[in-house]
């Protein structure tokens, strides 16, 4: 079956709207990439050297790729992914591919499907879709692509034309990488840390409390010591601000802000170091963490992004058998409004302040996040992220999120990605999906043509350096 | 940038779809205003003044458009919004207008954005979009044309085709202004109260006590009777009745009902006048209070409008310095199936009761609105409300509610606005959107186009007058 | 006013896309019909006998049907609906239809509207819609067809083209039907029995002790014995398997699981048959029957089905009057991953296991249903079901389920019908929409036409043979 790109993918088919919409994308299509969040490793860019191959360059550590085909009834060690535990042969790269090409009718009308299709043809000039009978050819075809100079991580940053890529990083990581890169006059990107705390702030996080010595190690103060806890924290966070960073990552299950006084969370503190919280302890402690981080941001500008809503590892035998992120954390209800308030009743308000809401419950765009961000100055629009970072997805949340809070309050285009090699893609449907969305409008007399391409452009460059500091 | 109203605007793009979308809309576009529910004060037409400026007219006042600037960060007394503490000064009215042109593009694509466009095109030929350089010229045309006597609240009555328009009103209001608007043989129009007894139904409201002691001296019974205290509602619901009123609204944190025993209820009563109820116990009442809406609105034929679901004054602070309606008000999920229970138990096959539910949680119309209004005889699915008064919002609940209930069992457009000026611009929304809905089933071979043209027809005419008992 | 079927409705109106949604569905328009869940009994074709006439046949037993009559006023023994306690006289079978006809218009845009008018043209060759004036002649008319040879129930079953159809069953049912049909050498469709125990498994639905104490008397244990009580559940469903099941289906109040020890299971057990559980403990017993149903099935291999969130009989005095399935069954809001989570533990993994998940709470499908079942090989997404089998909520459902679990992880379309009549047009229709649906993502360039020709055949065959194991 052949492969070939739609010039005019993701636009509307309707003939009028879809000229408006090519014309705005026009405006986008090659501008800078601009991430501020995501999950590529930085050492990838300072060791740059060569993918080992297609497998794990697009299967083993794309957990969208593998829960597919163990939804179909494939074993995760059949994707490549080692058992931690067992002694079974994890399979080589080139049957992880045939087995992935087997599947490949499972990602039509997927996030992941459309991001491959996309990389597939533009990077290595595939024009079939996988199949059992090509699966050999396709894998000889990218392996020879991946030796070359022009698919090293730097040559492909520079190819992709990216400005700005941030990475997630824990607070004890001592940067080198990020100090590489920022040194290496050979290297013109920008390659920022963010501050990911938590499994430091929330008690329940197994290696919680070994966590807490290492930051009272380095802090030089005593593990039990809650005021030393804080300044550990704010002290990490200054060496990643002085290291580039412009935002701290909160993975949390809800958005639940405490307002506790300090002698109750050192209290509590105290208790969660000897593991005698109960559950609604835990999750007080971790409420007031939310807070302080809230205040540490305040005080030292990093933005404050929150990424509420997943239940992790649902499924404990996986989790077991093969560890985290592989294709089992699912969606809760998610709500902001009485949760989030303590913390935008101390700090909404503030002007410097940047607290960037996400969602994976898309019930909360219209009815709670676009209603905060419409008011609170400090409250941006997270982008749809995970589950909805797609194209149907994300016309849902322009519709649920403008018409209460316009284009300005939302916070550009956010990859979220680990998949290094899907990122010009992904930014890539980001930016025709908005031009679509605008052509709707336009062609329906709600905004004028001029104004939809300023936006378009904004929300492509303006936006993110402004929300994110950059 | 060049503002000229699209005559085809919220029309799908398709030129099939478009085609009938104009003609279901040419039925409609001229058919008078019925506004069953709104906040315009009756006053405005009593004395008839003109309009002082256009920073009153559109901004001041407009929590809508007022809330997206202070988002962006402008203070809200820099919007003419006095503070009820500081002594800063408010900034003047042409001071407003010119901030509110520097922040135009903030609402493109937003409801405000779309009504405010059209209002400045269609009543004061405005053709260019605001902005810095044009503000001062924009400010002095529409100063200009509000000294004229067309520009008088009475002369638009008229322009803008109003047949009904309700308000909103303290129970204990006078409604002295209704009834000279009433008995002034020089005004046409329809103006009728509305009923709103919140304040004095929940003990959690500021000001309960107060208000009961003023129900009590109205009724010449005691503050501490609780027969006097329903008495004394039922006793000006029938003044509210003699002077026009058609409904009674309710507006509630969310649609809980409870029936109690008279006994059980007065002694809460009594309770809360001392100030001594939990917040359970508050809620218990409050719920109870509703049912006792019910049975009165069956007595004595009041529609009865809910309006659940809002976390008002969401900031303290913003509160504390500017009052309430100031934009952060905030919806919160909202469940009526087993909250508004009791109630229909109780009256939800009366024949002549009419109780309309509105949601501001729009997950809640597939799931619940639609299905109870297809069964209940009382119950009409309200009108997209507040944050989902807008195109893409009025959109999805049509597509939500229709395939469950159908046409006849939703309320009509109502406009729920403070804001006088927008009142044509929003029907004509209403009435545009109906008809691209409706041409989409018949373009689809759903709906037979005679069909439609009855259904455009009776959204406008027949079902508010109907719903609202007009 | 003319009824007349568009040979392309539910197509976009779009030319190209709808150009292509024709093609797609000319690839199954005349596929033969899976129907492997629905509620038509089978008596209906072991008997054969001519419908008695066209209110009986479209009016009494739907209540899709009666529910919007009832909301317009009109009582439902006017329907042809017999009070169980009243000596009202119920209306005779013409007059009902005029009722009916009187009020067609309620029906536009609904799905009941939709599957009538299919029927009426299509089967009946009925050219106008029904009014007050035509209501005698279209009596008539179709009553005249009804006792024709073609409109027996066995002609209908091979012109409509029927594979499989499921029924459901009591487990206690002798299913002398289904052997009945399955030994009439005559008869050459396949009717399998569905095994639904939830009036065995929830100690709180009515008759609950008479039902254990049946099932006691069928396997001779002990009334009071809880390994007796599983052993007999165990036996119906093998019993069921000998005929021809292939599912048992499960609706509940909430998809809550639990996995109780087999001793604190027995003793809720006991005092269950003695009337003296708690709400909370019978809702921990219903929870654990669940997972040991799931248990079940993983023996015998019948499909599991999930049909929950649906509140019952909302208005009592409807209930009471006139029993059950009559038009106040209410969704609730609903939540998976922590309610099913115990059972997908325990049976997640288990590669025979297939549990199909249903809801009427939409929230639910790209928050937790798409992900579940994009992960577990036993979860499988139930197609919309209900209130969501229309046309704009089957395309909400496929945007919001397809991007994270594709094409392959849905259940095929069930039709849950009781309307014998209707099942060529609801399969029909939702052949028309999945071609709509894969039509807009191929003109949106994300899916190959060959892939999207595969997927729709898929999705009326090989899917629903695979998920219901046929």
Redesign the interface.
Known sequence: ???Q??Q??????????RDVARALYEQVADLPIISPHGHVAPSLLVDDQPFPDPAELFIRFDHYVT??M????VDLDALGIPSTSASMPVASPREVWRTFSAHW???????S??WLQSTFSSLFGIDV?PDESNADALYDRIQAALVTPEFRPRALFARFGIDVLATTDDPMDDLAAHRALAGDPSFNGRVLPTFRPDAYLNPATPGWSSNVGRLADWNGSSVSSYAGYIEALAGRRRFFVENGAVSADHGVFEPFTLDLAPSDAASLFDRALTGSLTAGEARAFTGHMLMESARMSVEDGLVMTVHPGV?RN?????FAAFGPDT???????T?Y??NI?PL??RY??E?DFHLVLFS????VY???V????????S?YIGAPWW??D????VA?FR??V????????SSGFIDDTRAFLSIPARHDMARRLDSAFLA??V??????Q???E??VRDLVDALPRKVFKL
Chains 1, 2, 3 share one sequence.
């Open positions: 079956m052949k492969l790109l739609d005019d993918r993701l636009f509307p088919s309707d003939p009028a709207t829960r597919l163990h939804a179909a009834g009718q499972l990602y039509a009308g997927t996030a499907g459309y879709h239940y649902h499924s404990s035998e996986t294709g089992h954390d699912i969606p809760v209800t709500t409004v009485e308030r935008l009743e909404g308000n002007k994976v419950d898309e019930t219209s009815r709670e676009a209603p905060l961000a419409g008011f609170y100055p409250v589950f909805l797609a194209p149907d997805a849902r519709s649920a403008t018409e209460t809070a316009g284009f300005y309050r709707r409008l062609r329906e007399g709600r905004i004028a001029p104004a939809a300023r936006i």
